[in-house]
């Protein structure tokens, strides 16, 4: 079974606490897994930032519950059904939602950020994301990213050889080898030396060597001859290790070939690539900076009062 959204978790949640006790939420959240049925990969599964995305989906249920009214929280990790959840749940309700909860003056305000005006019916059948508020972020974020590393790749189709070369210098040396940028740029660029562009330190005291080869192509992709021939390079230099960068795509055959080999060799494709100069901060700037923060419940380990809000919050 597919993991429910988090408007998908109230009604089970509710239902889980009509027993008017408290319940922890960390077993909360194990049994609804369970009643749903998630596999081990489901409940493994992470948001970008790392929570795990049923156990973030619960919270975000369990606030929006607790903003309504209907269950509150007696102590940290605990929540509990009101005397208002029991009368929904008298309701027998098919589904409750965010469009169910406005019906709720104190849910309005929170949700809108403003005073509940009575005009909350007509709010009532508007649509509502299914998604978290890290989940709407995270979705954010990786379309902008996707997008920036599409536009990187096509202007380093667009560039010259040579500068294409001191990018992936630039980019090694970002990553931890090479040493200096001034030892490394002085060991590549050597173009048509026996298949090989040029040779760099793995670290900075030079104990092992990884040969380049950097190929700017615009669009075919990159085939087993090519690499076959980057390899037997390779062999000819008694080499151990080394990386072949393009901006094309590697064809399934090239990469099956350097599967089976005793020389460790990496195949670094254009999608690759634009990913690691991004990660690794080459070929680009920080525009804007949103920083996710969460409640640090070292500072309140003394408070046996209320609970924290879900696992993180944007400011």
Known sequence: MAIPDYQGVMLPLLS???DGKEHQMRQAIKDLAERFKLSDAERAELLPGGNVVFDNRVHWARMYLKKAGLIQSPRWGYFQITSKGRAVLGQKPSAIDVNF???FPEFTEYYTGKKSSGDEQSQEHQPTSTETPEE???AGYLKLRKQLEHDLLTRIKASPPDFFERLVVRLLIAIG???SLA????AIGKSGDGGVDGVIKEDKLGLDLLYIQAKRWDSATVGRPEVQKFVGALHGKRAKKGIFLATSAFTKEA???VEGLETK????DGTQLAELMFDYGVGVSTDSTYLVKRIDLDFFEDDSTGEAEPRSSAS
């Open 183 to 186: 030892d490394a740029g002085k």
């Open 16 to 18: 889980y606490a009509a």
């Open 177 to 179: 080898y090479g040493g």
């Open 136 to 138: 709407l972020l995270a």
């Open 101 to 103: 909860l406005k019906q």
């Open 265 to 268: 060799v990496i195949l670094i």
């Open 255 to 257: 990469r099956d070939y």
